[in-house]
C-alpha cells in the first residue's frame, strides 16, 4: 500500500498514481507528515512524498521528518511536471474573488499571477491544494484556489487563468520512502545522506573536501536548523552514484567518522 499526501486529486495524488501505475492500493493523508509516519508505524509499505521543487526549492518537512522524527530510506525518486491553474466556483468571476485559497508551494510558484491580476485579494494557505478546491466548490463564489486541472473536474470548477504559474519547466520532486534501503543497483543512482558537523571554523570545509577528493560529484547541498540550539545546522547532501560503489562507501565512512551525527538516508535510481 502508497500513502501519500491527499485528498483526492492533489499533485502527491497524480505523482502517486503515475508512480504505482495501477499496481498499489493508494491511502490518502492529510499531511506529508503523516503519510511519512504511516510508513514507520507499519499503517502503509510505503508513501510518496513531495522533498524538492525547481521553483520554491526543498519541502522542509520531508527534510526534517526523515533526519529527525523516523529511520526510513529513499529508495526511489519521481519528478513531476507542475501545472498551476487558478479555479473559481462555476458563474462566478474574477472580479468576484476577495480570497485565493492554496497549498504555501501553490501560492509561492503562482506569485507573479497573484500580483499582478488579484492584488486586491487576500491569501490564505490551505493544508493541500485539494482542500482549497473543496473550499472553493462550497463558498459563495468569492474563494479561489490554485491546483491541478484534475481539481477542476472533481469539484466542478471552472480554471479561471491556466498555467498561472511563475515558470513553464515547474516541476516537483517525489521520493519514494520505505523502512529498508534499497540493494538495486541501476547504474543511474543517487545515494542522500545528512549530517551535523562540530560548530568551528573549517568544519563544512573539510567534510566537502573529502567529496573532492575522492572526485564525488555533488547534486546538492542544503542546510536545516537542527532545532535544538541556535546556529547549529543539519547538512543534506546528494552524491551522483550509489553507496554500493567503494569509493563512495569510503568517502562516506570517512566522512561519518568526523560528524556529530551522520544519517545514511538511501541509495537509489532517479
Not at 483526492?8 to 502517486?16: E, L
Not at 513531495?50 to 523516523?70: C, Q, Y
Not at 485565493?100 to 499582478?116: E, F, T, W
Request: include cysteine; glycine fraction near 6%.
Amino acid at each position: 500500500m502508497l500513502g501519500y499526501l491527499g485528498p483526492h486529486g492533489t499533485f502527491s495524488h497524480q505523482a502517486a498514481l503515475e508512480w504505482s501505475n495501477g499496481k498499489e492500493e493508494l491511502k490518502e493523508f492529510s499531511t506529508i507528515y503523516s503519510a511519512i509516519c504511516a510508513v514507520e508505524d507499519g499503517t502503509v509499505d510505503r508513501a510518496i512524498v513531495p522533498i524538492e521543487n525547481s521553483i520554491e526549492g526543498s519541502v522542509n518537512t520531508t527534510l526534517d521528518a526523515l533526519a529527525f522524527d523516523v529511520n526510513l530510506y529513499i529508495v526511489g525518486e519521481h519528478v513531476l511536471h507542475i501545472s498551476q491553474n487558478l479555479m473559481i466556483k462555476k458563474g462566478a468571476s474574477l472580479e468576484d474573488i476577495k480570497l485565493v485559497l492554496s497549498h504555501p508551494q501553490a501560492i509561492g510558484q503562482s506569485s507573479r499571477m497573484l500580483s499582478n491580476q488579484l492584488s486586491h485579494a487576500k491569501v490564505e494557505f490551505s493544508d493541500s491544494t485539494a482542500s482549497a478546491a473543496k473550499a472553493v466548490s462550497y463558498g459563495d463564489g468569492t474563494t479561489a484556489c490554485i491546483g491541478s486541472p484534475n481539481l477542476a473536474d472533481i469539484y466542478n470548477l471552472e480554471i479561471a487563468i491556466p498555467d498561472c504559474g511563475d515558470a513553464e519547466n515547474n516541476s516537483t520532486r517525489f521520493v519514494i520512502v520505505e523502512k529498508n534501503p534499497s540493494r538495486e543497483v541501476s547504474g543511474h543512482d543517487k545515494t542522500s545522506i545528512a549530517f551535523t558537523l562540530e560548530n568551528k571554523p573549517g568544519s563544512l570545509y573539510k567534510a566537502l573536501e573529502l567529496f573532492a577528493a575522492s572526485k564525488l560529484n555533488m547534486i546538492k547541498i542544503e542546510s536545516r536548523p537542527v532545532k535544538t540550539e541556535l546556529g547549529t545546522y543539519m547538512f543534506f547532501i546528494d552524491i551522483d552514484g550509489n553507496i554500493d560503489d567503494a569509493t563512495i562507501y569510503f568517502a562516506l565512512d570517512k566522512l561519518r567518522q568526523n560528524t556529530e551525527f551522520y544519517k545514511f538516508l538511501g541509495s537509489y535510481h532517479y
